[in-house]
């Protein structure tokens, strides 16, 4: 599994218009209007509670140990505990497949009515 980082960077996710998506096989990251592997939803956009990412053309799965994950350890948690759909809370860690194969995590910096900022460290594909 690489363990070269590829990427790593700051993207905000809008929530006004529903939703928003990011391309995390970019450098850097591409937040764009529809498309991307990863999007985040505002079912309520009055309110920041219940809002959620989802994986599209990639996979997520939330991280629970007490660091954060290394490329093997988000490896195997996505692909043996994928989710649908992930409501975020600040701090939370959520480790990515990238629908080019590449392996990350993201952390959910700030949840607030009509954005989310993450932080995203994403790691070459192996070789």
């Not at 992930?86 to 959910?108: D, K, N, Q, W």
Request: charge should be negative; include cysteine; charged fraction near 15%.
């Amino acid at each position: 599994m690489g363990t070269t980082e590829y990427s790593r960077g700051t993207f905000t996710l809008e929530t006004n218009s529903n939703y928003s998506s990011v391309n995390l096989d970019k450098v850097p990251i591409a937040v764009i209007n529809d498309g991307g592997a990863f999007e985040i939803w505002a079912p309520d956009r009055d309110s920041a509670r219940g809002t959620y990412i989802t994986a599209y053309n990639g996979h997520v799965s939330p991280w629970v140990g007490p660091d954060a994950p290394t490329s093997n350890q988000c490896l195997t948690q996505a692909m043996s505990n994928p989710a649908s759909k992930i409501v975020i809370v600040p701090g939370m860690l959520i480790c990515v497949i990238t629908s080019e194969g590449r392996t990350g995590y993201i952390t959910v910096q700030t949840v607030a009515v009509g954005s989310a900022v993450f932080q995203a460290v994403i790691w070459e594909k192996p070789s």
